[in-house]
């Protein structure tokens, strides 16, 4: 058993993490809920840096525990110890980045990982399904938003040799790019409109891919920095989200083609 599981003991935690900076750590409850299994490397501020309002056991005494070890894979053991077969985490934290480690591995298809293979297949399904609704039950695109929606995420993560987010909503991102890059992705069938985009998960996104479906085919609107697309979008307040139109977007992808070009 490569891992450790600390409970109580806040000095051995931190003694642990001082002699492992290249190891990683898994922040949960006592109860290790598996709703809150989050990974962070060992050298994660989050997981190291005691805020002064928290006092003595912040780590290890409270609400939380914490368990180490020196590889992913040995905690993905432990996931699968405390009854989650398929060895993923509830979450991967944004800060630290640990899907970025070079002994990082993903799960594998059998356990819910999905293979390039396996995603072009499935978005050949959906795409399918998707016009068989429309064309044949009478059903309009844009309440077909779900299917629609992950068909989208299917053609990112196509398009950028990527991976799909292995849980949902973990890191508020859909794809995770060959090189790192967090992309968030906005599907819709609607010919005008706007995209929504959350300001509370701003910080776990680098990139946006807004893709609009018409005529049973995808057309790819914008894809590039988020920064970029909330700088030319409305803010709400009391929505805190940012509403980015179509064809802003559109017109956004046609000057970063231009400038590309010059």
């Not at 931190?14 to 809920?33: D, Q």
């Not at 994660?44 to 525990?65: E, K, L, M, N, P």
């Not at 934290?93 to 899907?99: D, F, G, I, L, Y």
Request: contains cysteine; hydrophobic residues 35%; charged residues 25%.
């Amino acid at each position: 058993m490569d891992y450790k599981v600390f409970i109580d003991n806040d000095a051995e935690y931190l003694k642990w993490v001082e002699l492992n900076e290249t190891g990683f750590v898994v922040n949960t409850t006592r109860t290790k809920r598996k709703a809150y299994r989050v990974l962070h490397k060992a050298s994660c501020r989050h997981v190291t840096t005691r805020q002064s309002w928290q006092g003595d056991g912040a780590f290890t005494s409270r609400d939380y525990i914490k368990i180490c070890a020196p590889t992913i894979d040995s905690l993905r053991a432990w996931t699968r110890a405390e009854g989650e077969s398929s060895g993923q985490f509830s979450q991967e934290c944004a800060s630290c980045k640990p899907w970025l480690s070079e002994s990082y591995t993903e799960v594998s298809s059998a356990s819910g990982g999905l293979s390039l293979e396996n995603v072009k297949d499935l978005h050949d399904k959906y795409l399918e399904l998707i016009k068989f609704e429309v064309e044949q039950l009478g059903v309009k695109p844009t309440e077909a938003r779900h299917l629609i929606g992950r068909l989208g995420e299917f053609y990112c993560a196509l398009t950028v040799n990527g991976t799909i987010s292995h849980v949902v909503n973990q890191h508020g991102f859909d794809v995770l790019a060959q090189d790192g890059r967090r992309i968030s992705v906005k599907t819709t069938a609607q010919k005008s409109g706007f995209v929504r985009i959350s300001e509370k998960t701003l910080d776990k996104v680098d990139d946006l891919m807004v893709i609009q479906y018409a005529n049973g085919r995808l057309d790819e609107v914008y894809f590039g920095n988020i920064q970029l697309a909330i700088s030319h979008a409305r803010y709400y307040d009391n929505l805190k989200a940012y509403e980015l139109d179509i064809s802003k977007a559109r017109a956004l992808s046609s000057a970063q083609v231009v400038a590309t070009e010059i």
